[in-house]
């Protein structure tokens, strides 16, 4: 049981992590060392689940995790109904989030391949981008290997040259920087349990944090001012449309209200000095979990 609390309290550490980012005010200072707590922490509560569950299920057998499922097909009758329901949810669990994942990583792959067919269609190239004749004002990138950069003639019209390119420049960031990997998973988590509204809070709050690291790169290169007023004029003209898999400069309206204020009046929150610490005690938290699995008890 050991093993069991090693796995609790490592899961403990990421769900407190977790409550501290939500609850913090530094993050929207800061977007990018935010995120990086956010995926280990995220993916240490994963981990540590399943072994909670893994572990107290397969503790009669006193081996370690990877030892004791090699001979769980010979040793099954050996435990207990609890004990058995335990490894049942935990390989259950374990099997369910990788499926999920991957079935979202392909539903979202396909979505993309037939945006990117039908651009070659409709679109024409034009400063970088992929230029629709559209009315709509609308600006996206379809993230993959092969990017795309798309904006429609609408918002072409609707921008003025300055604005333009620091849309441009914002989309070029969540391309490059392969912003949609770092939503993915929530995102997979998030379509197992829609309903859940700590997940939507939390997947509502990396979504904001991803469009101000790209406001910040964009910011960088053209200044914070034509951006805001690109944001200000897509929400005016309610362009909030995206295709599945695809990021847009001005997704969800509430994100646009706060990333128009924040380019306005930038925070001038510290960054939190404990960061270092956290970070270290999440990697070792993750760490832990995962080479408990290999432990050759």
Known sequence: MILVGHQAAAGAIAVLVMVWLL??????????PALVLWQISGLTFVISVVGVLLGFGLAPFRRGFLPALLDLPTRWTELD???????????????????????????????????????????????????????AAVAYCVPGRRPRIVVSAGARKLL?????????????????????????????????????????????????LVEMCADD?????????????????????GSTGTPMGALAVAGVDTHVQARIQRLRKPQQGRFPLVWPLVCGLLLTALGTSVGIFAVPL
């Open 23 to 32: 609850r913090s005010r530094w993050t929207h200072a800061h977007p990018r």
């Open 81 to 135: 109904a609890w004990h058995f329901a335990a490894v049942a949810a935990g390989l259950v669990l374990g099997v369910w989030l990788v499926v999920n994942q991957l079935l979202c990583l392909r539903d979202t792959a396909r979505a993309r391949a037939r945006h990117r067919l039908l651009l070659q269609l409709v679109a024409q190239p034009n400063s970088g981008a992929l230029v629709v004749d559209h009315p």
């Open 160 to 208: 003025s040259e300055t604005e333009l390119d620091a849309v441009l420049a914002h989309e070029r960031a969540h391309a490059y920087e392969r912003h949609d990997l770092v939503v993915a998973p929530f995102q997979a988590l998030r379509r197992l349990l829609p309903r859940s509204r700590v997940l939507t809070r939390v997947c509502s709050d990396i979504e904001l």
């Open 217 to 237: 790169k964009a910011a960088r290169q053209h200044g914070r001012e034509p951006l805001a007023r690109a944001l200000e004029r897509f929400h005016a003209n």
